[in-house]
């Protein structure tokens, strides 16, 4: 027994002793050594920018996202970039080693990681592949091996005898995350575990999770789109709300070289019914083009059929049309559209919805036209965060004709210029 690491305090309030540990004693701020703590530094400068500049050394980073999207990809990718300098465990308990090395081979062949990193068996030999579900077995292996980094591919797979329930639990996660956690923290060794979600949002696995790392990222994605989005969501280390963009290819996850333009299609120019809108995510403004559909319908329930916006929103911006700009829509079948196949949440793009189905209805081509203001309900136009910044971003890419709300109080001032 460690007698001397407990003292015995007398509970003055009737209710018997407790124990109290007392090693651990109250230290002044001003005499705590701070450490600014190391970061590595990743090949994706985009993960890079995610993170806040860099994997914390020591840090424990959740990476959700829906099943197919691309983590596993992502971070064969960051550990094969990471390995011709550092060791590397990637621990995989959904694929077999030899899954993961026809992968890190496929991958290796034809990214620049391959080009930059020159991928082969003598110089990637830091890159370490276990494939295991227990959890303390795995904790056995990080302390026997001391690597730079882990990576847990998925926390959904890994259980432990110790716990009772099904691997996947919350009681499982929940052990398995918290070994892994304690021993990334004991060792310094950062790790990054995968989680998966389900369309209908987070399982209970990421949730419990998310408050016990300090870190974490989701990768989204359409199943159809090239386009896969890295958000943070929540960074001890660094701001939230960043987010990083790569394209889904052949050979693996690349980065996004210029991800302004990624979202604007060329040549649909002069089209009625597109429009541009310059959107913020995170600190960062793009341009998406959107798309509207509007033509005459026989039904009485006439169509609403909406991607990559919320369907609500566009309902309430054409109740807005039809009352204030007196616009016939309950006649038309509406389809809405986000190019790229991003999703877009932001109040900014009102406008835009609104110039993109006007523009579609009246067959008149907009295109070169960038629309960014939210719409009220009285179909007053209303200014958003990150002005500048859109506007900025709008004329860098030669858009010049910005509609805000600085130059117009309402939309029908707006559709009436247009008109003209
Ligand atoms: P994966 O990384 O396994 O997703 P997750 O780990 O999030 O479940 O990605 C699987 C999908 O990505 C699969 O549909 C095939 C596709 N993919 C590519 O398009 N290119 C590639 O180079 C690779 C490795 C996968
Ligand atoms: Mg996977």
Not at 33 to 45: D, F, G, L, N
Not at 189 to 202: A, D, L, N, R, S
């Given at each position: 027994?460690?007698?001397?690491?407990?003292?015995?305090?007398?509970?003055?309030?009737?209710?018997?002793?407790?124990?109290?540990?007392?090693?651990?004693?109250?230290?002044?701020?001003?005499?705590?050594?701070?450490?600014?703590?190391?970061?590595?530094?990743?090949?994706?400068?985009e993960l890079n920018n995610v993170l806040g500049g860099g994997i914390v050394r020591g840090s424990a980073t959740l990476i959700a996202g829906d099943p197919g999207v691309g983590k596993s990809t992502l971070l064969l990718q960051l550990a094969l970039s990471l390995s011709s300098t550092s060791k590397v465990l990637y621990i995989s308990g959904e694929e077999s080693v030899d899954q993961v090395k026809m992968r890190a081979v496929r991958i290796a062949e034809t990214t620049n990681v391959a080009k930059t990193k020159k991928y082969n068996q003598q110089e990637n030999d830091n890159l370490f592949l276990l494939a295991l579900t227990d959890a303390d077995a795995i904790v056995e292996q990080i302390i026997d091996m001391k690597p730079d980094l882990v990576i847990?591919?998925?926390?959904?797979?890994?259980?432990?005898?110790?716990?009772?329930?099904?691997?996947?639990?919350?009681?499982?996660?929940?052990?398995?995350?918290l070994q892994f956690i304690r021993t990334a923290k004991q060792y310094n060794?950062?790790?990054?575990?995968?989680?998966?979600?389900?369309?209908?949002?987070?399982v209970a696995g990421p949730m419990v999770l998310s408050h016990m790392v300090d870190t974490v990222l989701f990768l989204e994605g359409e199943k159809f789109a090239k386009t896969r989005i890295l958000r943070s969501l929540k960074n001890r280390f660094g701001p939230v709300d960043e987010v990083g963009i790569f394209l889904m290819e052949e050979n693996g996850m690349q980065e996004a070289t210029n991800p302004e333009q990624l979202f604007v299609t060329q040549g649909g120019e002069n089209v009625p019914?597109?429009?541009?809108?310059?959107?913020?995510?995170?600190?960062?403004?793009?341009?998406?083009?959107?798309?509207?559909?509007?033509?005459?319908t026989r039904l009485p329930m006439p169509r609403r059929v909406v991607s990559g916006v919320d369907?609500?929103?566009?309902?309430?911006?054409?109740?807005?049309?039809?009352?204030?700009?007196?616009?016939?829509?309950?006649?038309?079948?509406?389809?809405?559209?986000v190019a790229g196949g991003m999703k877009l949440t932001d109040p900014g793009i009102d406008l835009g919805i609104c110039l993109a189905v006007y523009s579609s209805f009246k067959n008149i081509a907009v295109s070169k036209i960038v629309g960014i203001a939210e719409v009220g309900l009285l179909g007053e136009l209303r200014a958003v965060t990150g002005l500048e910044k859109r506007v900025k971003e709008a004329e860098k890419l030669g858009f010049k004709n910005t509609i805000t709300a600085r130059k117009y109080k309402t939309l029908r001032e707006v559709l009436s210029k247009i008109k003209n």
């Open positions: 027994m460690k007698e001397i690491h407990f003292a015995k305090i007398k509970d003055t309030s009737g209710g018997g002793q407790r124990t109290a540990q007392i090693a651990v004693k109250p230290q002044k701020l001003q005499e705590i050594a701070y450490q600014e703590k190391s970061r590595i530094q990743t090949e994706y400068q847990v591919d998925s926390i959904q797979t890994i259980e432990s005898q110790n716990v009772s329930g099904l691997s996947g639990s919350v009681a499982q996660v929940r052990y398995a995350a060794i950062p790790i990054v575990i995968v989680g998966h979600v389900t369309k209908e949002g987070m019914g597109s429009v541009l809108v310059a959107t913020l995510e995170g600190s960062r403004a793009f341009l998406v083009e959107l798309q509207a559909l509007a033509v005459t369907g609500r929103r566009v309902e309430l911006l054409l109740a807005v049309l039809q009352k204030h700009c007196q616009l016939p829509l309950d006649t038309m079948d509406i389809f809405v559209n």
